[in-house]
């Protein structure tokens, strides 16, 4: 017979024969940057969620540069919005604003820069729209100001999640020719239009005011497209490719793996609001499913692990 019971015994022994670990320096947590002065906004759909004024970002950052998590995936929430998403590459902005705090005062935690139309334009679609149709070409010199004018706010890495084509090689490019060819490009590449986003765009204020985002992001019903998409940000200069959301796709996570660049994982809003959801109402034991949950990521072949679990996590790896 064969007894695989025998390294199930004990303790040590599972430990001594365990494959998958989660290390605190895998892990980045998202983070809401809002204008105002005092504010710290819990978000309905996630809690212990906020958007926190700059001014109120020494809380969240102790507590994150504390914690032995590598950084923060940034989100600027604006105070005008329009069609052209102005404040959005604004050097005064509030991305910006937050970005130039954070690394003078905390330079240690990591600044990744989400790169994205939607939270600063007035219909919150991704890209620029005309007539209706969201045009990709004529998006592409926006997101690179937003992309160079992040840089120079002094951000760690820039991450695009708009999912235009080509964007990849426009914001490497200028990044390249405003003398940032050393940061590196995080792509959000195989982002599905996913239900599980809605939390986020409470949070964010970025919901689009008509239609959805089905004709940019990807259908979840395509893996091999993923592959493609995937592929294509890596010839045009990705050093990073991201796969989201995270649960529902770690079959794309793991066929991810085989182009041999760091696969980051976004475990996007609406997974964490079913496991927060679940736990208070004592139906769930959120430090177990929030467990399982993350190793089956690493376990898939995920090396950078994006959620807003990753405070509790960083904590409970400590315990
Ligand atoms: C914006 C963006 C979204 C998320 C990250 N960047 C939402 C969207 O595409 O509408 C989702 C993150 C989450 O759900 O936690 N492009
Ligand atoms: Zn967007």
Not at 65 to 75: C, P
Not at 196 to 207: G, I, K, L, V
Not at 223 to 242: N, T, V
Not at 256 to 263: D, E, I, K, L, Y
Request: proline letters at 4%.
């Amino acid at each position: 017979m064969k007894r695989f019971r025998r390294l199930r015994t004990t303790e040590t022994i599972r430990t001594l024969v365990r494959e998958t670990h989660i290390q605190k320096e895998n892990l980045i947590y998202p983070l809401f940057v809002i204008e105002g002065e005092n504010v710290k906004n819990p978000v309905p759909s996630m809690p212990e969620i906020y958007q926190y004024s700059v001014d109120r970002l020494d809380e969240i950052l102790t507590q994150v540069s504390e914690s032995g998590i590598s950084g923060v995936l940034l989100f600027g929430i604006p105070k005008a919005k329009d069609e052209y998403a102005t404040s959005a590459y604004d050097p005064d902005g509030i991305t910006q604003k937050a970005v130039k705090y954070i690394k003078k005062n905390y330079p240690e935690v990591l600044v990744i820069a989400d790169v994205c139309l939607c939270e600063y334009t007035s219909h919150g679609h991704c890209g620029i729209v005309d007539n209706g149709v969201i045009l990709n070409d004529e998006t592409l010199p926006y997101l690179c100001r937003m992309a160079v004018s992040l840089a120079q706010a002094g951000a760690d890495m820039i991450a695009p999640s708009d999912m235009m084509d080509g964007r990849v090689s426009a914001i490497r490019n200028a990044l390249d020719e405003n003398g940032f060819m050393h940061i590196p490009i995080m792509a959000y590449s195989a982002k599905f239009a996913s239900g599980y986003y809605s939390p986020f765009r409470d949070a964010a204020q970025s919901a689009p005011c008509f239609g959805d985002r089905k004709s940019y992001q990807m259908d979840y019903a395509n893996g091999r497209e993923a592959l493609r998409e995937i592929e294509a940000d890596i010839q045009e200069g990705a050093d990073i490719i991201m796969v989201k959301p995270a649960l529902a796709y770690l079959d794309i996570v793991r066929e991810a793996t085989q182009f041999g660049v760091p696969v980051a994982v976004y475990n996007v809003s609406g997974e964490y609001a079913m496991v927060k959801s679940a736990s208070q109402n004592g139906w769930i034991d959120e430090r177990k499913i929030v467990t399982e949950n993350i190793i089956a990521m690493k376990r898939a072949g995920a090396d950078i692990i994006i959620t807003y679990h990753a405070l509790d996590m960083a904590k409970w790896l400590e315990e």
